[in-house]
């Protein structure tokens, strides 16, 4: 069970370059769906003072509970790498099923779609689809073609040793691409000529040797973490 709940995916990225994507199951989703809706009610709550000014007062209450129902996800999933607050503090993140970025046309149709997710009631038809999906898919996201996973980039990003990032000049295998970040994260605890002889066993693919070719190599371990 705990196979269909939390998957790994593998997507070839436009770039040609193969992704591993952490697919994120109902618990994590239902948490981070939780923290929305309690952050959307203390708006509704501090505006309630509203209701003092009468049916003008309830206009703009209705009007905002309105707006927070349906636009709240969409407005943060197209500025915000495609988190909501709720996701964010999950460390999860929507994206297309190709691994790139969530649109707004992605966005507003799986949000749109969440009515019916929800039917008959507390999100049964959306848990049972998640749990059809090998990739956690509720409805809204087998429409949209979209994806929510874990985000756990940036934080390995930042023990890298600084370098400016760099395109693979061929496609890279998941294999490949942990090796380059293992030897990037490894790199401060080798001497100069150790890291250059290691990079010199992969020659044939940055076509540098030497310290040209580490740069090289720490470059693409930087892509790879995502820092493009």
């Known amino acids: 069970m705990s196979e269909r709940i939390d998957t790994v995916r593998t997507?070839?990225?436009?770039?040609?370059?193969?992704?591993a994507l952490h697919v994120a199951g109902p618990y994590p989703r239902a948490l981070a769906y939780v923290l929305d809706f309690m952050l959307r009610n203390s708006i509704t709550s501090v505006l309630s003072v509203f209701a003092l000014a009468g049916s003008v007062g309830w206009a703009v209450i209705l009007l905002t509970m309105f707006v927070l129902e349906w636009f709240y996800p969409v407005v943060f999933e197209l500025t915000m790498q495609g988190a909501t607050p709720g996701?964010?503090?999950?460390?999860?993140?929507?994206?297309?099923?190709?691994?790139?970025?969530?649109?707004?046309?992605?966005?507003?149709?799986?949000n749109m779609l969440s009515a019916v997710d929800f039917l008959p009631g507390l999100w049964g038809a959306g848990f049972i689809s998640m749990l059809l999906s090998r990739d956690g898919k509720r409805l809204g996201d087998r429409v949209a073609g979209t994806l929510v996973v874990y985000v756990a980039r940036h934080e390995t990003l930042r023990n890298l040793p600084a370098a400016e990032p760099l395109h693979p000049p061929v496609a890279l295998t998941l294999e490949e691409q942990s090796a380059l970040v293992e030897f990037a994260a490894r790199k401060p605890s080798w001497s100069d000529a150790r890291a250059a002889e290691l990079a010199?066993?992969?020659?044939?693919?940055?076509?540098?040797?030497?310290?040209?070719?580490?740069?090289?190599?720490l470059g693409l371990a930087v892509w790879v973490e995502g820092g493009r």
Request: net charge negative.
């Open 11 to 19: 997507v070839e990225a436009p770039e040609g370059v193969e992704l």
């Open 87 to 110: 996701k964010r503090v999950l460390g999860l993140r929507v994206l297309r099923d190709d691994g790139t970025p969530v649109g707004w046309r992605e966005s507003v149709l799986r």
């Open 200 to 217: 010199g066993h992969l020659a044939g693919v940055t076509g540098e040797s030497g310290a040209a070719g580490v740069d090289k190599l």
